[in-house]
């Protein structure tokens, strides 16, 4: 068991190399590209980007949303802990509420899941305007926020939307591809997807070093 890579540099190359080898991603912009590569590395599926439906403009509203200073909106603690702050050109503020005791209140109140609830709260605390929102667990929380922004005129810069699941993952995101506000989003169809797709997503916007190794 000597003879085998453990310099974390060194593994991340060649993660990246394999990715690059065994994916097709002929289809994507070069910015987008590089995002769709991260997804594939924490997903350790290179199948995933034949799934990956994206607005062109993704990443170029992303960057420029984070440069202003906008808030990122998660829809999980998974997906809010995995955002590395290091990378946010402003300090730029993470929220998410699903962990406070006043939500559960609310979805109990309206008898809906947290998720959705939340984003109820996003609304209203005027967070949701401008703002990027990263959904990796919830598809009530994806399918509410489309409800919201038609409903309120208040649009997110961009859209990470990757729920994960068997009931409604899938549907909320042909959703997101088929609404008619013209969201900027990237998202994984089908059940897959995940916080640790949607977090290396954000993580890969957020930085324009595609081999960056923070974790290791």
Not at 152 to 157: H, V
Not at 180 to 187: A, F, K, R, S
């Given at each position: 068991m000597s003879d085998y890579l453990n310099n974390g540099s060194d593994i991340y190359r060649e993660s990246f190399?394999?990715?690059r080898d065994?994916?097709?991603?002929?289809?994507?912009?070069?910015?987008?590209?590089?995002v769709v590569v991260r997804m594939i590395h924490a997903s350790a599926d290179p199948s995933i980007a034949s799934d990956i439906a994206?607005?062109?403009?993704?990443v170029t509203a992303c960057h420029k949303a984070l440069a202003e200073g906008a808030p990122i909106l998660c829809d999980s603690s998974m997906t809010?802990?995995?955002?590395?702050?290091?990378r946010l050109p402003r300090d730029n503020v993470i929220v998410c509420h699903i962990k406070e005791p006043a939500l559960a209140t609310l979805a109990a109140a309206k008898n809906v899941t947290k998720?959705?609830?939340?984003v109820d709260l996003w609304a209203e605390q005027d967070n949701l305007?401008?703002?990027?929102?990263?959904?990796?667990?919830a598809p009530t929380a994806l399918l509410r926020l489309l409800e919201v922004a038609h409903e309120?005129?208040?649009?997110?810069?961009g859209i990470i939307g990757i729920p994960v699941g068997f009931v409604g993952a899938a549907e909320s995101k042909q959703a997101l591809v088929d609404d008619?506000?013209?969201?900027?989003?990237?998202?994984l169809l089908g059940r897959r997807g995940g916080s640790a797709i949607t977090v290396a997503a954000v993580n890969a916007i957020a930085s324009r070093a595609e081999t960056s190794n923070d974790n290791r």
């Open positions: 190399r394999i990715i065994e994916a097709d991603l002929e289809r994507f912009p070069e910015d987008v590209e590089r994206f607005t062109p403009g993704i809010a802990t995995g955002i590395i702050r290091s998720a959705s609830a939340a305007d401008g703002a990027i929102v990263a959904i990796g667990n309120t005129g208040q649009r997110p810069a008619d506000l013209g969201l900027d989003y990237l998202t």
